[in-house]
């Protein structure tokens, strides 16, 4: 085995056989840009990365510039997109590494041309398109004037143009169709325009399911990868299959009597004799936290209150975590990197190991990754490495 007390498995084998089902669902001409931002939503973006160039991917994407660094000294050596617009300041950046940027502005499309330039190379981007999403992108009207600017700048290439969809995964469509027709509008007009291939892309997970008019040249997943589906409302047309397991090892058996605390705040005290497990994760490791969104309608509001108030009563369990087939809840306050769980009768020992239920991509990067192929262990991601003799 291994020695660590928290871990997360990662099943590369469930990442490549989710691609192919995507690879078997699109069109053979259709391009792949597997989405791995976000440290490939919390599994590993090198690790995972590595796998899915093996099964075929085309492309990638990342957020960041240093996700994209990540990814090349990893030994990737296929294209990868950075999807937060660069700055000004980046283009030379961006040039120096071969990683492919997005611009949707005028300035930074003048420092790309200048940094291209001045390293005689050619710069290629992806154009971003704004068409409902309201984040990044030029307007739709400027798609004209940009083609204009852009044939008077030689050192640069236009590669790509792309949008991205806010509604796809919700039941009704209509958003997304109106988004598409917007998007369309400008691709006929730069590719009538420019001269040389330019991968038009707008497909996510949702649209890859539900939306085949939106594949154009490039699809581009994130969670379909990982195995799931990107809503209730999609349509399941292909099969995934889960490559993650969160686990931790029981490294504290406790016996209270009744009137004993647990936790910081004595938030949690017993009433009979009980017995509590204690697992080393916490909130630290982003066990528990929830992303903080505000009630948009006053329905939501509603249904939050409700669920903070049913918690307080205690009519449902905030946390757990599963031992074989069962919930066990957790006790007390959930503290920075330890939790405690009521194992009261179920006969648990010391040592033993228990699923942990956590959002993939808050749980905390410092958590060892263990990566399974073929059902055996093929790499491990730690802090530091951990010396063991066999
Ligand atoms: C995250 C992201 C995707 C992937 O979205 P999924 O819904 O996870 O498939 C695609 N395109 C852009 C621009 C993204 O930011």
Redesign the pocket.
Known sequence: MHPYVRWIEIDLDAIIHNFCQIRQLVPPAVKIMS?V?ADAYGHGSAQVAGALAEAGTDMF?V?TIEEGLELIQAGIKNPILV?APILPDQADLVLEHGLMPTIDDWEALHALASAAAQKNIKGSFHLKIETGMGRTGIPSLEVSQFLQEIKELPQLQLAGVYS?FATA?MKDKSFAHKQLSIFLQAVREIKREVSGEVLAHIA???AILDLPDTYLDMV?????LYGQY?SPYVSKKIELQDPWQMKGRIISVKKLAPGDSVGYGRDFVTKKPREIGVVPVGYADGFGVLPHTRPAKFYDLVKSTAKLLSQILGLIAPNYMIYGKERLPVVGRIGMQLSMIDITGKGIARGETVQIPIRRTTAGGKITRVYLRDQKISAIREVAAVQTQK
């Open positions: 989405v931002k994407a957020t999807f991205h995964m996510n997970s949702a581009r997943p994130g969670t379909l990107p």
